[in-house]
């Protein structure tokens, strides 16, 4: 739940009026930061080799790692020479929140497999 909170509040921060942009802010931070903690508590769940934890650990970390640089990487390109594109780039960023949503959501769903 707290994924479907980070695209549409990003959205709003980049392109509404101030005032909006606190509350978005303060819904973000409760709502949706909470995410990165949840992935690592949740982690263990998820692995069915509690001995591939550390592997695992690093594998999050380090896509985390990637994903904070193409966020500022492709972010400045969203923006234009110069750095106006507001717009675009929370409506960019609202579909990458809402496809990662989706993302995580498939996930959640159980997965049946046939055995012999």
């Known amino acids: 739940g707290a994924f479907a909170f980070v695209g549409p509040c990003a959205f709003l ?3 509404q009026p101030l005032e909006i942009v606190w509350v978005a802010a303060i819904i973000m ?3 949706g ?3 990165s903690g949840l992935l690592i508590v949740g ?11 550390p592997i695992a650990l690093g594998v999050l970390t380090t896509v ?6 193409l966020g500022t990487f492709v972010f400045q390109m969203l923006l234009g020479p110069e750095f106006a594109n507001y717009s675009n780039a929370g409506i960019a960023i609202l579909a990458i929140g809402i496809i990662g949503t989706a ?3 498939l996930c959640k769903l159980p997965i049946t497999t046939k055995t012999k």
């Open 13 to 15: 921060m980049f392109t």
């Open 29 to 31: 931070g409760i709502f």
């Open 33 to 35: 930061l909470g995410c």
């Open 43 to 53: 982690l263990i769940k998820v692995l069915k080799r509690p001995s591939l934890l």
């Open 64 to 69: 985390q790692g990637i994903g904070q640089f």
């Open 103 to 105: 993302c995580f959501a």
